[in-house]
């Protein structure tokens, strides 16, 4: 069965036409993504403007090793799932299913290090600034506007995570029952664009986060 | 088939090695105002990333449309957004001792 002949809604020519529609809307939406956390990237550019020493010195409290492990497992995950697409693109749906079981277990493993052991360490340190924020003295301000920063920006992208393994979990779901075939695969690659976005987003939060304000 | 596996895992070996390569950045005896030149690295991931994993190429004409149109206005936000700070000068004016 051609992509041609495949059933589709009646405000489209073809099958083809819904399929350009559907991945068209996502490249829609993550361009608006792309403005919702480029407001966060610019309250970064603007709070280390401000207040340079104190914001590097938060960022030099970060758990870096666990940070760069996380950026590793969401490179790989992206990679397993670009082989995903590719084993259905040549109508392979058990790889495609084993792709996506990989990925959903790599996901699942960066918010297992992100919530249940990094965020567990910075509370323990002190880090959350409330009242027994740990950096006192000229850099406080800094730190805690810096951790402000760390807080809401990865547990936005955490929520993004969760949003990207329902989508994930979904789509292993729809392709045990074989929806998915050589010649339909639309949801397979629209979730991709959008696990793939969630990955750029850490790709800029790591550097963001724990290498710029450092130093040796 | 192999030739697009290929590829893609070459891509996955690039991202590692600029990972790296922004890592050792990250301990470098960079000045403050200096250090997010380490930006350049995770720059050119996401260019690989939205490339060859998403594929930016591939799909109709609007699909490229609206990735850089999300570019352009990052770059206006971005731009517009740190005028400010980038080019404002404190003036301190002196206390008149007037109370």
């Known amino acids: 069965m051609s992509e041609t002949s495949l059933p589709h809604e009646f405000q489209y020519s073809s099958a083809a036409h819904q399929a350009e529609t559907a ?7 993550l361009a608006t993504e792309v ?5 966060i990237f610019l309250a970064w550019i603007y709070c280390r403007h401000w207040n340079q020493a104190g914001f590097d010195a938060g960022a030099q409290h ?29 109508g392979n749906n058990r790889r495609l299913i084993q792709c996506c079981a990989v990925v959903w277990g790599l996901g699942f493993s960066f918010l297992i290090l992100k919530f249940g052991l990094e965020y567990y360490k910075d509370f323990s340190d002190h880090l959350f600034p409330g009242p027994d924020f740990s950096i006192n003295g000229a850099l406080s301000g800094g730190a ?4 402000v920063f760390y807080f809401v920006s990865t547990a936005l992208h955490g929520i993004h995570m969760i949003g990207g393994l329902t989508l994930v979990g979904w789509v292993i779901l729809r392709a045990r029952r074989n929806e998915f075939s050589a010649v339909y695969y639309t949801p397979v690659t629209v979730v991709g664009l959008y696990w793939s976005f969630v990955d750029i987003v850490w790709i800029v939060l790591y550097a963001l986060i724990y290498l710029v304000g450092r130093g040796p | ?16 090695v600029l990972l790296a390569a922004e890592f050792g950045a990250g301990f470098l005896p960079l000045k403050p105002a200096v250090r997010p030149l380490i930006l350049i690295a995770p720059v050119i991931m996401v260019a690989a990333v939205g490339i060859m994993f998403m594929q930016v190429k591939r799909g109709p004409a609007v699909v490229r449309l609206f990735a850089v149109a999300g570019l352009v206005w990052l770059c206006i936000l971005l731009g517009l957004g740190s005028l400010d ?15």
């Open chain 1, 144 to 147: 805690r506007l810096f951790f």
């Open chain 1, 23 to 29: 991945v068209s809307g996502m490249w829609l939406f």
């Open chain 1, 35 to 39: 403005l919702f956390f480029g407001a």
């Open chain 2, 1 to 16: 088939m192999n030739e697009r596996f290929r590829w893609l895992l070459g891509t996955w070996v690039l991202l590692l």
């Open chain 1, 62 to 90: 970060t758990q870096l090793a666990i940070g760069t492990i996380n950026t590793v497992i969401l490179l790989t995950s992206s990679l397993v799932y670009s082989f995903g697409v590719a084993f259905i693109e040549a």
């Open chain 2, 85 to 99: 700070p980038m080019t404002r000068t404190d003036v301190y004016v002196q206390s008149t001792g007037i109370k």
